[in-house]
T-cell receptor, first 114, second 114 residues
């Protein structure tokens, strides 16, 4: 069982609200990622981080922002939520010291913007 | 563009049968090919992975076949069980040491019927 946690699991929020999706891992992994996944669809990388104070945008353009002040914590923020942001958001981490690049995923946050 | 193409989109297999999911990639720089299994309401979890220096890897009922010249790889699930019903994602990544970005396929929803 991977030690990576996302909160909340489900969130329904009104348009224009600011939201922060939390992601924490206790494995000491330097690399962390945020993916966006629509139901039954593929995962799209929206943000990643090499380590503390390092953040980069992924393949899919996203209006969200991320921060990495601590190794174990990688929150994602939407300043003004819109219905187009409705999706599932998956956080993951990996250990660069390992020979392979297994990514450990959290259970996801299903966001609905009404 | 879709760098990793996966088929079929959905698959129904009788219990005890063989499930086969295929993936094709374009970027010859990819050097790590994992398969992830995702159950409803959960994040994806690594199932099995292969590097291009081998043509086949087997772990229990799960086998990856890899064809480097054709840039294709496939997942075979022998003696498929209802508990195998899930969405399967193939993936590919490149690079070593530094950031290793994982590109996912579009997913295959497998249903194993009794």
């Amino acid at each position: 069982e991977a030690d990576i946690y996302q909160t909340p699991r489900y969130l329904v929020i009104g348009t224009g609200k600011k939201i922060t999706l939390e992601c924490s891992q206790t494995m000491g992994h330097d690399k962390m990622y945020w993916y966006q996944q629509d139901p039954g669809m593929e995962l799209h990388l929206i943000h990643y981080s090499y380590g503390v104070n390092s953040t980069e945008k992924g393949d899919l353009s996203s209006e969200s922002t991320v921060s990495r002040i601590r190794t174990e914590h990688f929150p994602l923020t939407l300043e003004s939520a819109r219905p187009s942001h409705t999706s599932q958001y998956l956080c993951a981490s990996s250990d660069p010291r390992g020979g392979d690049t297994e990514a450990f995923f959290g259970q996801g946050t299903r966001l609905t913007v009404v | 563009q879709q760098q990793v193409k996966q088929s079929p989109q959905s698959l129904i297999v009788q219990k005890g049968g063989i499930s086969i999911i295929n993936c094709a990639y374009e970027n010859t720089a990819f050097d790590y090919f994992p398969w992830y299994q995702q159950f409803p309401g959960k994040g994806p979890a690594l199932l099995i992975a292969i590097r291009p220096d081998v043509s086949e890897k087997k772990e229990g009922r799960f086998t990856i076949s890899f064809n480097k010249s054709a840039k294709q790889f496939s997942l075979h699930i022998m003696d498929s069980q209802p508990g195998d019903s899930a969405t399967y994602f193939c993936a590919a990544s490149k690079g070593s040491g530094g950031y290793q970005k994982v590109t996912f396929g579009t997913g295959t929803k497998l249903q194993v019927i009794p």
